[in-house]
């Protein structure tokens, strides 16, 4: 790749500067010949009233904003490296967002002109660079974007840029989607960071048998995204469907995808599905809350989902000591299973550490957690206890 160092001005970069706030990206600058937001260049995520501040900050101080890089491209050039910095300063310029200035706020317009004129006369130091689409792109995955990573789906979106990712983005990475308040009830990440996106596409692959590398491979030159919006859509509108009270939060960031396949093609009664999301939900013993939908829809038969509370070693240790006294006044063994049958156990005490607490009651037919309903059993009857 061949690179060429050049100086610009605040000025002249941010010339004809324009931002999309329906986007959230700044789209022009260099009077029209800058491209500031290449389709493989994510979006803008500095607007978060710090380091927006900070690059304004570092101009009024004169500290230099570092290196800045440019794709000479046909018709001008785009910003590989650096969007996030002119797009802050053209924010700032253009009246988007205001600083504090010896505890004022000011925007630029109500910056004193000195000030103005020294923002405007910074110098940018930009490297011109031209090589081919894969240089660059290659280049662009070794980069960390000004101490921001890339995350692996802002990589994929670069990697596989096109009318199919430029689409998908529209969809899933736009926080102004109508559908966005309701998809994050289920879905997990910032649209922006393309962690909704990410997920729908992994659905949508999984669903397929392949990678999201090679469904995006598959789809890259594609003109609609019906296919991934489809299955998205689906996947949502069942968990809708299926769960009819508003949702909660341990919904959230669930692997809806995986679910739908197992379970969509069971009928299930949302009112009894309900009421027994409320009672797990508000049940002490269940210490993985996440588990809840996962065990519902699955018929309410694999308990290790919830994670059910043990019992804690005091209990335990009273349980043992009470069950012990007792055995042993009755000249039989510690483990009531050991005591009834008719086995070489059948008179043997063990000691704590051979044994397991065990719920007389099952905690799914509404036994406790506690020392009322702790039975210490050999490990051999506890295990088997515990399979059956
Ligand atoms: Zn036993």
């Known amino acids: 790749m061949k690179t060429d160092l050049k100086h610009y001005t605040v000025a002249e970069v941010v010339e004809g500067f324009v931002y999309n706030d329906y986007e959230g990206k700044g789209l022009y600058g260099l009077a029209g010949k800058l491209t500031i937001q290449p389709e493989y260049q994510r979006n803008y995520i500095y607007n978060d009233g710090k380091k927006d501040v900070a690059v304004i900050d570092s101009l009024l101080k004169g500290y230099p904003l570092g290196l800045i890089y440019f794709n000479v491209t046909d018709n001008g050039f785009e910003v590989l490296d650096g969007q996030q910095r002119i797009t802050s300063v053209g924010r700032f310029v253009t009246g988007k967002f205001a600083i504090r200035l010896d505890g004022r706020e000011q925007v630029f317009s109500s910056l004193p002109a000195d000030l103005q004129q020294k923002i405007l006369d910074s110098d940018l130091l930009v490297y011109h660079c031209e090589g081919d689409e894969k240089e660059i792109k290659d280049w662009f995955k070794t980069i960390n974007i000004a101490g921001v990573p890339l995350n692996a789906q802002e990589l994929l979106n670069a990697i596989y840029s096109g009318p199919f990712v430029t689409e998908a983005k529209k969809e899933f990475s736009n926080s102004q989607n109508a559908n966005m308040h309701k998809w994050s009830s289920y879905v997990k990440g910032d649209p922006k960071r393309q962690e909704i996106l990410a997920e729908a596409l992994a659905w949508v692959a999984d669903s397929q048998g392949v990678g999201v590398d090679a469904y995006l491979a598959q789809h890259r ?23 009819t009270r508003p949702p909660d939060k341990e919904m959230r960031g669930l692997d809806w995808g995986s679910l739908y396949e197992r379970f969509h093609a069971q009928s299930y009664n949302a009112a009894a599905l309900n009421t027994d999301a409320e009672q797990l939900l508000a049940d002490p013993a269940v210490q993985n809350r996440k588990g809840i939908y996962e065990y519902l829809l699955g018929g309410k038969t694999d308990s290790q989902l919830l994670a059910i509370r043990l019992f804690d ?76």
């Open 221 to 243: 030159g594609d003109t609609g995204i019906a296919g991934l919006k489809t299955y998205f859509t689906s996947v949502i509108d069942w968990i809708g469907s299926v769960f």
């Open 313 to 388: 070693d005091k209990t335990k240790a009273v349980a043992y000591q009470q069950q012990t006294q007792k055995a042993q006044s009755n000249g039989v063994s510690n483990c009531p299973l050991c005591a009834v049958g008719d086995n070489a156990n059948k008179t043997r005490i063990y000691k704590q550490t051979e044994m397991d607490a065990d719920h007389v009651t099952a905690w799914s037919k509404g036994g406790n957690t506690d020392l009322a309903n702790c039975e210490m059993l050999c490990i051999t009857h506890n295990r088997a206890k515990v399979n059956r």
